[in-house]
């Protein structure tokens, strides 16, 4: 027999289709048709449409919050927690888009107003981060500041569901690699480049871009 599947498990099914589709728009008959589970189903697990938006919120609130650990874990490398971040950047982006954030801001403040917090807390720890390797000399001088704002631009406009690969002979999976090249190299100090493994960052790259396909 097939194991009962768990709450999570239904707002992993969920969470693709509110970054390209406005959630004040889905009906529960939609919400539970995303989920392949019938309406008597979904409301076992969740008792109205707006426990289900915020389950999805703490999540991504979690998400932010673990993200942070990792630039004070000191037994892993600058080099690896640089990539780890940019991993991190990337998943936070596809699952808290630009339309998920607008919907959240007008029709469920108080839960746009936490996930503003989380996501100002992880930029002051990123900006830590990234001062203390430039401390070190192991990235270069930069404006943290601008530089974070570029990664979230570059990558938001890069995973919008309107971006034309056709424009720009890109695949999905070659811009976000070649922009994580870019910064990359605007980011980690000339002698240190040769340390970088690019072999992991391009399969994690890959699963995350299948989460959406």
Do not use: C
Not at 49 to 63: A, L, R
Not at 75 to 101: A, H, M
Not at 147 to 153: E, G, I, K, R, T
Not at 165 to 170: F, K, M, N, P
């Amino acid at each position: 027999m097939r194991k009962p599947m768990s709450a999570d498990q239904y707002l992993n099914k969920i969470k693709p289709v509110i970054r390209r589709t406005r959630f004040s728009q889905l009906k529960i008959d939609d919400i539970a048709k995303h989920m392949d589970i019938s309406k008597v189903t979904l409301y076992k697990h969740f008792s109205s449409k707006d426990e289900i938006i915020e389950q999805v919120v703490e999540y991504g609130i979690q998400y932010l919050q673990q993200a942070d650990t990792v630039v004070y874990d000191d037994s892993v490398s600058y080099i690896d927690r640089f990539q780890k971040t940019f991993l991190e950047s990337l998943i936070g982006i596809i699952y808290l888009s630009d339309l998920f954030l607008q919907d959240l801001k007008e029709f469920y403040p108080r839960l746009f107003e936490n996930i503003s917090v989380a996501q100002q807390n992880r930029i002051k720890n990123l900006q830590s981060f990234f001062q203390s390797g430039m401390d070190k000399k192991i990235f270069n001088r930069m404006h943290v500041a601008l530089s974070l704002v570029q990664d979230d631009a570059t990558l938001r406009r890069i995973m919008e569901p309107t971006f034309s690969i056709q424009w720009y002979d890109l695949t999905l999976k070659q811009a976000v690699m070649e922009f994580y090249k870019m910064k990359q190299y605007q980011v980690i100090s000339p002698e240190y480049l040769d340390t970088v493994d690019d072999s992991v960052i391009e399969k994690e790259i890959i699963r995350i871009l299948q989460t959406i396909s």
